[in-house]
Structure formats: structure tokens, C-alpha cells
């Protein structure tokens, strides 16, 4: 394949600052329909905010999520593809890391992100199945077990 990220990602994502609350990043989720939010500092990718922060972070620690910010609940330093790099190679990455979805990046800069189902899009049936496979295997949490905030 020598389709690009740039090719496959979602250009301009929804982000949200360090000092976000939970609930109104969960309200992002549910109006976007989406599973992740990068946090940003100016355009800079300093975190990421996932569905499964929320649920194991903030509600199965009974926290008050008007009081909890996601720089308490994310994982700072997310794992990001580049732009510029192929998709096979993005795909490789997100099996073996076994995430679904990963925010693209230009040296520090947010430019997009990149789920799973866009690839699946962009891929034959046989690798897109096996993607999902792979991402799919019990293991370890996505982006880490880290349970501290940002910097």
C-alpha cells in the first residue's frame, strides 16, 4: 500500500486544554461520536483523553467528574503517527500497541487523527480483519497504565 496517514486521518480533530473537565470532555465525545480527544497545549499534542479514561479513571473511581480535569485522568505523551508515514506502517504500530486510535502528528503539532476504522476503510478486507484482531487481544490498557496527570 503507499497510501499515507495524511491519506486515511481526520483532518482538524476536536481537542481539548489540560484544564477541560471530564464531563464536558465526555460531552465532546458523545456530540462527536468519538472515542478519543487529543489534549493540546496552543497546537502542540501534550495528552490524550479516551473513553476508557473516563470509565476507569473518573467513574470507576467515583470521582466527581465536574471537579476532575483531564490532565488527572489522560495519558500524557500519547504514541502518535507522523503525517508523512505510510499507513502500513501506522497499521503495524496500532496491532502492535494495540490501540484504536492514534493522533497524527507534524513534528509536535496536532494535524489529525487516525482510527481504526479509517484504516479498515483503507485497507483490503483480509488485513483490515486481522487489524482488528490484533488490536482487539487482551492485554495491556491503550497508551499505558499510567495513572498520573500531565506536567
Not at 481539548?16 to 458523545?30: G, H, I, K, S, Y
Not at 500524557?76 to 501506522?90: T, V, W, Y
Not at 490501540?99 to 496536532?110: E, I
Amino acid at each position: 500500500m503507499s497510501k499515507t496517514v495524511a491519506d486515511a486521518m481526520t483532518t482538524d480533530p476536536s481537542t481539548v486544554t489540560r484544564r477541560t473537565t471530564a464531563v464536558e470532555v465526555a460531552r465532546l465525545m458523545r456530540e462527536q461520536d468519538i472515542g478519543a480527544v487529543p489534549i493540546v497545549d496552543g497546537s502542540a499534542l501534550v495528552g490524550i483523553v479516551t473513553d476508557r479514561d473516563l470509565a476507569m479513571r473518573v467513574v470507576a473511581e467515583g470521582r466527581d467528574p465536574t471537579r476532575t480535569y483531564v490532565e488527572e485522568i489522560a495519558t500524557p505523551e500519547p504514541r502518535a503517527a507522523q503525517a508523512g508515514e505510510s499507513l502500513d506502517l501506522a497499521y503495524e504500530r496500532m496491532a502492535a500497541w494495540r490501540v484504536r486510535r492514534l493522533p497524527v502528528v507534524d513534528g509536535t503539532r496536532l494535524v489529525g487523527m487516525l482510527a481504526q476504522a479509517d484504516i479498515v476503510h483503507e485497507l483490503k478486507d483480509k488485513k483490515a480483519g486481522q487489524l482488528v484482531d490484533e488490536i482487539s487481544q487482551p492485554g495491556q490498557m491503550p497508551y499505558g497504565s499510567r495513572e498520573v496527570g500531565l506536567d
